[in-house]
């Protein structure tokens, strides 16, 4: 939520520095026109794959994304995010731990896309 009102009250100043410690001023206003869009997807994909999502939500609140819709995204692709990590060191431990510091992001990647995948499969044929 931080993230969000950077974007919203203190983009031109707090919010453009971060950007550009990330170096992606110029790809962010290019972005603009998909996120409003596609705003709540993005931010679900930009809270469970190793996307920055810092800028994720400094963008959301820069282009005054619904309020509500941010926070139940973020909510459930962070919730997603950090269950799987639990899940995984519950059930495998020490012997995963090292591949998860590792290999997480793309890892998380992968299955993300798998579910974006299904989830166009099954609306496309059922």
Do not use: H
Request: glycine residues 8%; contains cysteine; proline residues 2%.
């Amino acid at each position: 939520m931080l993230g969000f009102f950077i974007g919203v009250f203190f983009f031109d100043t707090i919010g453009t520095n971060i950007l550009n410690y990330y170096q992606l001023e110029d790809k962010f206003l290019s972005f603009k026109n998909y996120y409003k869009e596609f705003g709540i997807w993005i931010v679900a994909v930009g809270g469970f794959t190793p996307i920055p999502y810092k800028v994720i939500t400094i963008f959301s609140g820069f282009i005054k994304m619904n309020f509500t819709e941010f926070i139940v995204a973020s909510f459930i692709s962070r919730a997603a995010r950090y269950f799987l990590i639990a899940t995984l060191l519950y059930f495998y431990g020490k012997k995963i731990e090292q591949f998860l510091i590792k290999k997480f992001g793309v890892l998380s990647f992968i299955l993300f896309c798998i579910l974006i995948l299904a989830y166009f499969f099954f609306k496309k044929f059922y």
